[in-house]
């Protein structure tokens, strides 16, 4: 991973492992172009809904923050676009993205990455 010289404070750094922690959207826009092999994202779900959830055997609330609450598609496919068009901007060619989802939101993705 090579980042620009005008990042940035680290959460946390040792020799070969650095965190950062920070707004996606302004994080990433410190990375040079084609620089980066991997990514792993763990983006919003957009589920929260005033549902239920089981956790542990047990119902369980499903609002997790304003982050998770449910959004219209044109939202949700909007803020997807905006993140993985700025992951495709650093990633090197030969590099390779990870993504979680839910239903709530992976067919979006899927339709951003293509
Ligand atoms: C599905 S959760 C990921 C949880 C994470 N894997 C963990 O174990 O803590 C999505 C996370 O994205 C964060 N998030 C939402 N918008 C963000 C943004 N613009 N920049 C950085 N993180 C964001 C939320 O705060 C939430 O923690």
């Avoid at 959830?53 to 047990?58: A, F, K, N, Q, Y």
């Avoid at 650093?90 to 590099?95: A, E, S, T």
Wanted: hydrophobic share 30%.
């Amino acid at each position: 991973m090579q980042e620009s010289k005008n990042i940035i404070k680290y959460y946390f750094a040792q020799e070969h492992f650095k965190l950062i922690k920070g707004d996606t959207f302004r994080v990433l826009k410190k990375f040079e172009d084609k620089t980066v092999d991997t990514i792993f994202a763990d983006p919003p779900y957009f589920l929260s809904n005033d549902g239920i959830t089981c956790s542990r055997w047990e119902n369980g609330n499903r609002n997790k923050g304003k982050w998770n609450e449910s959004a219209s598609l044109k939202y949700k496919h909007k803020f997807n676009k905006k993140w993985i068009r700025e992951c495709y901007r650093i990633l090197k060619y030969n590099g390779t993205i990870w993504t979680s989802g839910t239903l709530h939101n992976i067919y979006s993705i899927g339709m951003a990455l293509e």
